[in-house]
């Protein structure tokens, strides 16, 4: 991964984001990393792969028993109208 300080970051500005196509930059402060740049399909790539692993979390949850959509209305629709 490629490192960059925030001044250099801000004075050269098409570079970091030409640098930023072929792979993350760490962008530091007075020598400590306070954000990474990355591609817009990288972001893309990292968000589609964790909608994955909450798609799976999902599925095994459900799959333990946890309620699904229709299950977890009707009983919230029970509980509020409960009479006392």
């Known amino acids: ?3 960059m300080a925030s ?3 801000k004075d050269n500005f098409g570079e ?3 640098t930023a196509q072929r792979e993350p930059v760490r962008i530091t402060k007075k ?3 306070v ?3 990355i591609s817009l399909d990288e972001y893309q790539r ?3 792969l964790e909608d994955l692993v909450w798609a799976k979390k999902a599925q095994s949850a459900s799959k333990k028993g946890y309620l699904n959509n229709k299950d977890s209305e009707a009983l919230l629709g ?3 109208n409960a009479k006392d």
């Open 1 to 3: 991964m490629k490192e």
């Open 7 to 9: 001044k250099k970051a």
């Open 16 to 18: 970091l984001l030409d």
């Open 31 to 33: 020598d400590r990393p």
């Open 35 to 37: 954000a990474v740049v």
């Open 46 to 48: 990292l968000q589609e």
């Open 78 to 80: 029970d509980l509020l």
